[in-house]
Each structure stands twice: as structure tokens, then as C-alpha cells.
């Protein structure tokens, strides 16, 4: 697609934001028939769907941050001079055209196209169905705040799809793909890798681990724990699983102090065998494939673990590669921990909700991307360009 000069994105970013605050009660009309149609008994994808004026607000702002960051297109990476002569110069270039497949959150069709936009790309939007009023009406406000700058509307555009008609656009495209990216469970992302003809960026599930070492501060460990698991079970920092090492002094006596700690917040507890000794009380684990599990919701295992190496490799056979912390007052520990465990972010003594562009710095994601090619971790602004070399000479040739 034609470059864009950075004020004409800017300009439309700032009419969007505008917008955006104009048509708040007809947002907030839409998303109340998505609610309406919605069935209560998926609690974190119905707090996902939920668009209010403070969700309003952070659209807006959001919009906003995008507009104020430096455009990242067209940035110079690298130059060369090679002793034939040759100036070569590697700069930042968009990817061209992205498709996000993504449920519930109508926030995302603002966070992903405003990235996308500024970022020179084209994007696709495929929302769930539980959310299309409210996606409706967000892509019209963006075509509005596109022709209003005197571009044409397909640089964001709205994917009416099944699972059927899905799938046979990511077989046989109607037009060009460079990347897709998938946010949702494991089924939604085989799904896509099986079917795409293009490049994929698995943005994949949380089921985060936190271990509490034996030299860890107990009180702090138990405001990161409540903090990780019950802040919004929705999210995908959100913390699933417990490590307690078993040499930590009074082992018995915290674990039945976080028990009842999770239990006063409404915190259903799943136990290992191990742990089971101590909280008799507890539901067993039914079976080791609950250790891969993504709950979001108020539910979480606690388990035993004899050391730091019995540790990572439950976490790294088990996790989805989001995020982990370790809660130790011994930085070597720590560092040991956060080199060896295979995640997008590794934490010492903080909670894994962190995981977040805006809370990271980054400003606006895309996505939390659990993939290694070719960026982990937030997909912000910076992370939705591609690379492009060019190559100066005066009639050179090779020998």
C-alpha cells in the first residue's frame, strides 16, 4: 500500500478520537444489544464484552497515545558502505496487509486498527459474533474519520464471517495476506495455522505460574498471588498456577494460610498430591493435563515443588508461554529462574497482570504475542513493521 505521510495518519487518528467521544451513546446502545444476547455463564468472556464510559475513555486515550508516538515507518535500521561501493540502508517498512481474528473485546477493533493504521498496514478485522453489534458501529466510526481525511475505507475493514467462511477465506484469500494473528485459545489457533497460506503470529494463552522460593518474602508473595489471580480473571496475565517450594520455612503453616486467603476471595483451589497431605480438604488435581489448562476464572491449582530445577521444568513443559514469576529475596535465584524459563515476560517478586502494552511501556498492543519470530511479548506500535533493504550503486555488478 502507498506510504502515508505521518501528519495525514495523525489527523486521522485525532477525527477518530473525536469521534469516538461524539458517538458514545450509540456505542454504548450497540454493545448493550451484544450484552443482551450474551449468555451470563462465561463470566470472563462476558467482562471482555462489556463497553462503558470508561472503556470509552480508555478507546479514546489509546487512540491518542498511538497519535503522539513517533511514526515507525520508514526508520532508518542500519548503513553500510561496502568497499565495492554499494550504500546499503535497512529501514522499517509496514507488512502490508494484517488479519486479526479475535473474540468478545470490542476494544481490540480500536486498539488493533489504530496500530495497524499507523503503522501503514491494512488490517482485517474478524471479531466474534457475541460482539457485533459493537464492532459495527467502532468500524463505521473509523470509515467516517478515514473519508473525512479523503482515504479510501479499506485501509480497516470489517470481516462478516462464520467459521465456515473462515475458513475458506485463510484457504483462498480475495485478496493479499502477509500476517494473521490469532487471539484466543488453542482451538481458535490450530485452527488459523492449519488453514493459513500466510505467515502467523501466535498470540497464545496465558496459564501463568508463579513459585514462591524458600527465601521468598511471604507477605509480599501474597499480595502478588492475590493480586495476579483475582485483580480480572478475563485477562490472559491473569495467574493460574501456584509453585510453593517445599523447603520454605513453616511450608505447612502458608499453605494453609494462602488457602484460606485465596478461599476469603472466592478462589476455588485445585491441590497436587503432594499438597493434598496438608489441605486434605482440597480437590486432587483429576488428572496432570489440568497443569496446561487456562482457566480465567476464579480457580487455581496449588502445587508442591523440591527446588528451582524441578520448578522451571514444570513451567516450561506446562505453561503457555506468557508469563511467569518467582518470589525470592535472592537475586542469583531470580536470575537463574528468569533465564531458564521459556516466556514472553519473566517477573522477581511482581505480579504476572504486568504483561500489558500500557503497563509495559509499549502503549497500545495488538496482541501479547507468545511466538519467537518475529517479536515476543506486547505487539505495539514499533512491532508491526517489517524490515526492507535499499541498495545504492553506480552500475556495480558481481564478479
Known amino acids: 500500500m502507498k506510504l502515508l505521510n505521518t501528519d495525514i495518519k495523525n489527523n486521522v487518528l485525532a477525527d477518530m478520537e473525536r469521534i469516538l467521544d461524539e458517538n458514545r451513546e450509540e456505542l454504548l446502545q450497540a454493545n448493550q444489544k451484544d450484552l443482551d444476547a450474551?449468555?451470563?455463564?462465561?463470566?470472563?468472556?462476558?467482562?471482555?464484552?462489556?463497553?462503558?464510559?470508561?472503556?470509552?475513555?480508555?478507546?479514546?486515550?489509546?487512540?491518542?497515545?498511538?497519535?503522539?508516538?513517533?511514526?515507525?515507518?520508514?526508520?532508518?535500521?542500519?548503513?553500510?558502505?561496502?568497499?565495492?561501493?554499494?550504500?546499503?540502508?535497512?529501514?522499517?517498512?509496514?507488512?502490508?496487509?494484517?488479519?486479526?481474528?479475535?473474540?468478545?473485546?470490542?476494544?481490540?477493533?480500536?486498539?488493533?486498527?489504530?496500530?495497524?493504521?499507523?503503522?501503514?498496514?491494512?488490517?482485517?478485522?474478524?471479531?466474534?459474533?457475541?460482539?457485533?453489534?459493537?464492532?459495527?458501529?467502532?468500524?463505521?466510526?473509523?470509515?467516517?474519520?478515514?473519508?473525512?481525511?479523503?482515504?479510501?475505507?479499506?485501509?480497516?475493514?470489517?470481516?462478516?464471517?462464520?467459521?465456515?467462511?473462515?475458513?475458506?477465506?485463510?484457504?483462498?484469500?480475495?485478496?493479499d495476506l502477509d500476517l494473521i494473528v490469532p487471539r484466543g485459545g488453542e482451538r481458535l489457533i490450530a485452527f488459523v495455522k492449519e488453514h493459513a497460506k500466510c505467515a502467523v503470529l501466535v498470540s497464545g494463552r496465558g496459564n501463568n505460574f508463579l513459585y514462591v522460593h524458600k527465601e521468598a518474602d511471604w507477605k509480599k508473595s501474597l499480595d502478588v498471588i492475590i493480586n495476579a489471580k483475582t485483580h480480572k480473571i478475563s485477562a490472559c496475565n491473569a495467574l493460574d498456577k501456584i509453585l510453593v517450594d517445599s523447603g520454605i520455612e513453616g511450608y505447612e503453616d502458608k499453605l494453609k494460610e494462602l488457602k484460606q486467603l485465596l478461599s476469603d476471595k472466592g478462589v476455588s483451589i485445585l491441590v497436587d498430591k503432594k499438597v493434598k497431605t496438608v489441605l486434605s480438604e482440597e480437590d486432587l488435581i483429576p488428572n496432570e493435563s489440568i497443569w496446561q489448562e487456562e482457566f480465567l476464572a476464579m480457580k487455581c491449582v496449588i502445587g508442591a515443588v523440591a527446588g528451582l530445577d524441578e520448578t522451571i521444568e514444570k513451567i516450561n513443559a506446562n505453561s503457555g508461554g506468557h508469563s511467569a514469576t518467582i518470589m525470592t529475596q535472592n537475586n542469583s535465584v531470580a536470575q537463574t529462574f528468569m533465564e531458564n524459563v521459556d516466556c514472553a515476560a519473566v517477573y522477581q517478586n511482581a505480579s504476572t497482570r504486568f504483561t500489558d502494552g500500557g503497563q509495559m511501556g509499549v502503549g497500545a498492543e495488538l496482541a501479547i504475542s507468545t511466538d519467537k519470530l518475529h517479536h515476543r511479548g506486547p505487539l505495539g506500535l514499533n512491532e508491526l513493521v517489517t524490515n526492507k533493504y535499499y541498495v545504492f550503486g553506480d552500475g556495480q555488478v558481481r564478479v
Open 38 to 175: 450474551f449468555n451470563r455463564d462465561d463470566q470472563a468472556l462476558y467482562d471482555r464484552l462489556v463497553v462503558d464510559q470508561k472503556k470509552v475513555d480508555l478507546m479514546i486515550q489509546s487512540v491518542k497515545e498511538v497519535r503522539m508516538q513517533k511514526d515507525p515507518v520508514n526508520q532508518e535500521i542500519s548503513t553500510k558502505n561496502l568497499d565495492n561501493g554499494l550504500k546499503i540502508i535497512n529501514k522499517t517498512a509496514p507488512f502490508g496487509t494484517i488479519m486479526i481474528i479475535y473474540e468478545s473485546r470490542p476494544d481490540v477493533t480500536v486498539e488493533a486498527a489504530v496500530l495497524a493504521f499507523k503503522a501503514n498496514n491494512k488490517i482485517l478485522l474478524k471479531g466474534g459474533k457475541e460482539a457485533y453489534h459493537s464492532n459495527k458501529v467502532l468500524v463505521k466510526l473509523w470509515h467516517q474519520a478515514l473519508s473525512e481525511n479523503n482515504l479510501p475505507e479499506d485501509f480497516i475493514q470489517f470481516l462478516e464471517m462464520d467459521r465456515t467462511q473462515t475458513q475458506e477465506f485463510l484457504k483462498n484469500p480475495d485478496q
